[in-house]
């Protein structure tokens, strides 16, 4: 990565992409202020006993951008890059992914700086109860939500609401389960939430495929990644007759032109932690991975992967964003010269926040909805959401990314029109 895409602060970037998209459509100053920053910081310090009986003290983060829409909705991270400034883009994002797919949520982000895999079972426990605990009242089912992101998963939600319900009000306990999403079905969880947002990839790539007149069956892809979002997506793509032909994690990079046999694999990392060893493919260079030859470019891992650089690698003719901000400014440039699709984050990720949404109102309701309820109730919403960008795409003449947050832009303006600004 140069020197410039390293040094560019994650937030900025966060608030340029929406500020085009503002021009086009001529959102007012004052709510592009307001859009500009996000309405609540917490942050907090506390500290947690290790098995071999020292104290550590955790810096943990809950940034609340905006609920003009609905209660602030977002993910809690565990990963040692995880600070205030990426955190506040990610919460800024959750805003605009919430108003395009049209779900009455706002945006945040949370998170703890550290490493999760260095933590014995017991010790991840006490952390997130004691994170939780710390948070307070700055959560709740009606004022923000958390749910999984990178180094969190099911039983992290299930301790979350454990936590929150025990130290809430007796009476209330049992109306308390949406206080998170993500949580294991056996718990309050919906089926279907685990694999929520690679299945929403796959409505992505299948709607792209749609406009483009291509073929699901034999399309080759690349996956950086191969943890909750892009373990999933392969799995889908694959039995939909996609040929995952290079896959990347923390570990290895690994090729095979005539397609990776995804099950094995993904069983292997279950079993291994990593893709690392896998027999059923070749391992490769790091930066193989983007000038592997594919069709479509998916990467499902952190942000700012993508640089200049190695967007003059890709030659494939679609990247779809399975994370949060992995494409730098300066490699969106470089993308769009060379006429690579580009399906923005908050669209082709945005299966999770709309299948954590079902997860609410089932709790809400106190129903259990089938797997089959839950599925065309996304490909519905999500199918939408794709028409209204490729519509908005066309009627300004901009790029995707652009036209998706025109449409989610509308929706925030209208609500600003009607409200006002208190006082």
């Excluded at 709740?140 to 299930?158: E, R």
Aim: proline share 4%.
């Amino acid at each position: 990565m140069s020197t410039l895409e390293s040094q560019r602060s994650l937030q900025e970037a966060a608030v340029a992409q929406f500020q085009r998209a503002a021009d086009l459509i001529g959102v007012p100053d004052p709510l592009r202020e307001i859009l500009s920053k996000p309405k609540n910081e917490i942050i907090v310090n506390f500290p947690v006993k290790l098995d071999d009986g020292t104290t550590k003290v955790f810096t943990g983060y809950r940034i609340q951008h905006n609920n003009i829409r609905g209660a602030f909705k977002g993910g809690i991270r565990f990963h040692p890059s995880v600070d205030l400034d990426e955190v506040r883009a990610l919460a800024a994002w959750m805003t605009f992914k919430s108003a395009l797919v049209d779900v009455p949520f706002g945006g945040a982000k949370g998170g703890i700086t550290m490493n999760p895999k260095v933590y014995s079972p017991e010790e991840s426990e006490r952390i997130v109860r004691r994170f939780t605990h710390a948070l307070g009242s700055n959560i709740g089912p009606s004022h923000d939500i958390p749910a999984p992101d990178v180094g969190t998963n099911s039983q992290t939600m299930d301790w979350m609401m454990d936590t929150f319900a025990n130290t809430s009000s007796p009476s209330t306990r049992q109306t308390l389960k949406g206080v998170v999403t993500g949580k294991s079905v056996s718990v309050g969880g919906s089926v279907g939430r685990e694999e929520a947002t690679g299945r929403g990839v796959l409505y992505s790539l299948r709607h792209w495929c749609g406009e483009n007149d291509v073929s699901l069956e034999g399309l080759k892809i690349s996956v950086q990644g191969f943890g909750n979002v892009g373990g999933h997506f392969s799995r889908l793509a694959a039995k939909e007759g996609c040929l995952i032909v290079a896959v990347a994690d923390h570990a290895a990079t690994l090729h095979n032109g005539n397609g990776i046999d995804v099950e094995a694999l993904y069983q292997w990392v279950k079993e291994n932690g990593s893709v690392a060893d896998f027999e059923g493919a070749d391992k490769v260079d790091t930066e193989d991975l983007f000038s592997a030859d594919a069709d479509i470019f998916v990467p499902a891992a952190l942000e700012n992967q993508i640089t200049s650089a190695r967007a003059e690698e890709l030659s494939v003719r679609a990247v779809f964003e399975a994370a949060n901000g992995p494409t730098t400014p300066a490699a969106e440039l470089v993308l769009a010269d060379r006429n690579i699709d580009v399906i923005p984050d908050i669209l082709a990720n945005s299966g999770g926040v709309v299948v954590s949404y079902f997860e609410w109102l089932q709790n809400k309701s106190g129903w259990a909805w089938s797997a089959e309820d839950v599925d065309s109730r996304l490909r519905k919403v999500l199918w939408a959401a794709h028409d209204q960008v490729v519509e908005r795409k066309a009627d300004l003449g901009c790029s995707r990314r652009e036209a998706a947050y025109a449409v989610a832009l509308s929706r925030l303006t209208e609500v600003y029109r009607r409200r006002g600004v208190f006082p």
